[in-house]
């Protein structure tokens, strides 16, 4: 029976192997699921850099003279 979701492969260094397995082992997971849950991981981190530094650049020009009011906005 075919996958329903797509695959990956990936080449990784021994050590990095190594590392993935035991916290996998640790977890009670399979080395697949280990795998997919540190790649969600590593994007929600990428995510809430991007987002972060959009809050930096959006709060350089902040004015609080020229912000809506709670009662403007909803």
Known sequence: ?????????VVIE????EA???LAKKD??????KMRDLVKEALQMEE???L???A???????RKG????HEEVW
């Open 66 to 69: 020229k912000a809506l009011k």
């Open 14 to 17: 021994k050590p990095l192997y």
């Open 52 to 54: 972060s530094a959009v």
């Open 28 to 33: 009670g997971v399979s080395l697949s699921l």
């Open 1 to 9: 029976m075919p996958a329903k979701n797509p695959r990956i492969n």
């Open 56 to 62: 930096v650049s959006r709060e350089k020009t902040f």
């Open 48 to 50: 809430d850099i991007a």
């Open 20 to 22: 993935v397995a035991r």
